[in-house]
């Protein structure tokens, strides 16, 4: 079974911070692993994925993730926090050694960047 | 194209009613996913469908709830009869048939208050 966990409810970082929300996943064989961001009354948006090759990969919004196998982790960080980043955020999961396209979220951080 | 649209986008209704969510795909998208969004829950995946086929539905939580895909541009999520536990965000997602690299792109939501 596939399981993504999200160690911290919350995150707060005063704007021009350097943030980070963190992410580990649980898969029988390598992961396709995905970030999701969702502000106030939306849907969720998509900022990244990794699928193979290199290990740090980048997105939306100068949105960018390292991938860690030995650690199973798959960190969202960014420089340069701004105030219009603050959002839930989600990283989720998808195991292609079962051949199913169901993505498994995590139960989300609520990033705060303090002006 | 305008993206996933979902409707209605709030719901309220009184326990014992049944209600129906709606959801258009994105044209040319193959799979269409129905979520659920609860705070103590977190992300959920209800059911899946591929070219209007159900592959997968051990997310759905009881008979009560049902969905249907009668074409590609069209899909329903019923809950019969609604409960106060029913309560939530449905999302419905979708992406593109090119493999499990791909990611899912999500509508607004539908909140359902059930009282």
């Known amino acids: 079974a596939q399981s993504v966990a999200q160690p911290e409810d919350q995150v707060n970082v005063a704007e021009g911070n350097p943030l980070t929300v963190k992410c580990t996943y649980s898969v029988s064989g390598n992961p396709y692993l995905f970030w999701y961001v969702q502000y106030p009354n939306r849907g969720l948006q998509f900022l990244l994925k990794?699928?193979?090759?290199?290990?740090l990969v980048k997105g939306s919004y100068g949105f960018e993730a390292e991938f860690n196998k030995s650690q199973t982790s798959f960190h969202l960080k960014k420089p340069s926090a701004l105030v219009s980043d603050s959002a839930l955020y989600f990283c989720?999961?998808?195991?292609?050694?079962?051949?199913?396209?169901?993505?498994?979220f995590g139960k989300g951080t609520k990033l705060s960047v303090i002006p | 194209d305008a993206g996933v649209i979902q409707s209605p986008r709030h719901e309220v209704t009184e326990m014992g009613q049944e209600v129906t969510l709606r959801c258009k795909p994105i044209?040319?998208?193959?799979?269409l996913f129905w979520y659920r969004q609860t705070m103590m829950r977190g992300l959920e995946l209800l059911i899946y469908f591929n070219n209007n086929v159900p592959i997968d539905d051990s997310g759905m939580p009881e008979d009560r709830f049902s969905a249907k895909m009668p074409n590609a541009s069209f899909s329903t999520l019923k809950i019969q009869p609604s409960e106060p536990r029913d309560s939530a965000v449905y999302f419905c997602a979708s992406s593109p048939d090119r493999g499990l690299s791909t990611e899912a792109f999500f509508g607004q939501g539908t909140r359902l208050t059930v009282v």
């Open positions: 989720a999961v998808r195991d292609p050694g079962a051949g199913s396209y169901q993505l498994t």
């Open positions: 044209s040319g998208h193959d799979y």
């Open positions: 990794y699928i193979t090759g290199d290990n």
